[in-house]
Structure formats: C-alpha cells, structure tokens
C-alpha cells in the first residue's frame, strides 16, 4: 500500500469466529500506511447460524478485535490515528451515504471482492485493489446494479428505545465500541447523556477536558457514521441519573462491564418514579475467544490496553506533553 492520509478497508468477518490471519495482517498494513483516518467497513458472515442469545457478545467481539489490532500497532507506531469501524448490514448505509469515503483508496481481501455491497457506488467497487496471498493488487469488478441498502435484522434482541452515558472527552475506541453497540441495540432512538462540564469539576486534569459542545459534536457525529435510519438525543448530565430516571419510553441500556453494578441504581430510581426498569446490556471490552477451541494466534499479538485507554490517560499524555514543550532546551 502507498502512504495516504484517509483510507478504506473492506473486510468480510464471520460472525462467530475470531479474525482470520490474512485479515489482522491487511489491517495492520492498512494502520502503518494511512496517517489521518482509517474507515473498516466490514460485512458479517454467518449471521443465521449464530445461536439464539450469543449474538449480542459475538457482535462486540469481532468490532472490539478490529479495534484491538488497529489501536495496537498505531500504539506501537506512535501514530495519532482515527480509526472507525462501521458493520454495513445493520447501519443502513445507502450510496449516498459513501460519497464521503469515494475518493479514498479502498482495500479488501481479494475473496471478499464478490461480498462487497452491490449498492456501493460503481466508481468505488472498480477502484478496489484486492489483496490475496501472495498476489498483486487487481481492480474488483464494476456493477451497475445499485439498490438501496436495507438493514439486515440483528441476531440479537433489538429495542426501540436504548439509553447511553458518559464523558465522552476525547473520543476514543472504548467510547467508539460502546456507543456502536447502543447504535446497533436500537431501532428507533438513541438516548445519549453527556456529563454536563459542572459534573467534571474534580476530573483529573480538568483543565484539558473538552468543552461539552465539543463533546456532544463528536459523540453526534460518530452515532450518524453508525446509524443513517434512528434518531439521535443528545442531552447534558448534570446528576447520576440524567434523562433515564424520567423517560418512560426508555427500554434499554448499554453500559460496560465497569459501570454495571452501578446502573442498577439508575433502575431502582426508575421503580420510585413509577417507571419500567430498564434491560441492562453489558458491553465487554476484553478480547477472549469463547471456548479453547477457538483460540488461535490472534489474541496472542492483540494488545488489550489498547482498548482499555481510558480519557484521563489521553489527557496526562497531553500534560507531559505540554510539559515537555514549556521546557526550556538543554
């Protein structure tokens, strides 16, 4: 690949199965040789086959890897690298919605040419390089056949309603995973409270915490890379509870491992004002095959910590940073 600034990758993942060798390595390739913004759009296989009540925890397993592999080796780079990964079969994507991404040199491997989308523009699906092993990159053939997308039917339970929460400061991919996962848990709206910047007072380094319009902009923009067919809430949080503790028609809410036991007092506030309680869906942001079968060499080169940065470290970097930089020189 040649050095460019944004770049796409197109990738065939099989739901029920860790990523494949041929894949970590194509994302890697794609990580060192893109300096801006790396966009993984990648298209489930097996969806029907995964078992009944498994799909929930497959889904953010195979998003959580691209994440692992992509962060870690620009961690290991030193590369200030963003890096987005959008499941077309259930985001509603339609060709309108790719002419952002047209002009970007777009990679797959080369048996995943004949499964990318015939709704993607025809100008993209020619300018493909497909990547084999041991092969030289070809052109995927055009097609002139564009139907609108539809959204494939998730293999897990879906709501109407889905609730979200947190800082958001310095948008990274713990955030990007489980706001993905709540974009996904949705069929009509999404319900997103920001800390509101009163709340944050005694966060550390609260100097170099994003202002909340700052925050509420990303955290808008990348649920609309996610989703094109919900509605989108954005609304401050200026106490523990923000908007669940009186929107009845809150159904579900994501939450990470960390904050569970916490978000079953967001319940028990929802039962004194009369409300439903909410179905709590858990998002893990550990890397682990599901059995010793299917443990295979990936998740011995996939770094976890890439996943488990957190908004205060990426702001003490920035202090060092800066204080680096107000040194004088020796």
């Not at 609309?224 to 954005?234: A, F, G, S, T, Y």
């Not at 809410?253 to 009369?274: D, H, W």
């Amino acid at each position: 690949m040649d050095p460019v600034e944004q770049r796409n990758l197109f990738l065939r993942v099989d739901l029920g199965c860790s990523l494949p060798q041929a894949h970590i390595e194509l994302l890697r390739d794609a990580v060192d040789n893109t300096d801006e913004e790396l966009t993984v759009f990648i298209s489930l296989a097996n969806v029907a086959s995964i078992a009944q009540g498994t799909g929930w925890t497959q889904m953010q397993r195979r998003i959580s890897e691209l994440y692992a592999v992509a962060a870690g080796q620009a961690l290991k780079k030193e590369w200030s690298l963003i890096v987005d990964v959008i499941p077309l079969d259930f985001c509603a994507y339609s060709p309108d919605d790719m002419e952002p991404y047209m002009h970007r040199p777009t990679g797959a491997i080369s048996k995943d040419i004949p499964t990318v989308p015939e709704w993607w523009p025809q100008k993209m699906r020619a300018s493909i390089s497909q990547y084999g092993s041991g092969s030289r990159a070809a052109r995927a053939e055009t097609s002139t056949n564009q139907p609108q997308s539809t959204r494939t039917p998730t293999p897990w339970t879906s709501y109407p309603h889905v609730a979200v929460g947190g800082t958001f400061d310095h948008l990274h991919i713990g955030h990007k995973i489980l706001l993905t996962a709540t974009a996904l848990a949705a069929t009509k709206r999404v319900v997103c409270g920001i800390s509101a910047d009163a709340l944050l007072e005694k966060k550390k380094y609260k100097e170099l915490l994003e202002p909340y319009r700052v925050r509420e902009l990303n955290t808008l923009l990348f649920l609309r890379k996610i989703r094109k067919d919900i509605i989108v809430e954005l609304a401050p949080i200026s106490d523990p509870y923000g908007p669940t503790s009186v929107d009845a028609s809150i159904e579900a809410l994501v939450v990470s491992q960390e904050t569970l036991n916490g978000s079953k007092a967001l319940n028990v506030r929802r039962e004194e004002n009369g409300l439903a309680p909410m179905h709590l869906m858990p998002i893990d942001l550990i890397v682990a095959p599901l059995d010793g079968a299917q443990a295979n060499s990936m998740h011995a080169s996939v770094d976890n910590s890439a996943l488990k940065i957190s908004s205060t470290a990426i702001r003490a970097a920035l202090a060092e940073k800066q204080q680096r930089g107000s040194r004088p020189p020796h």
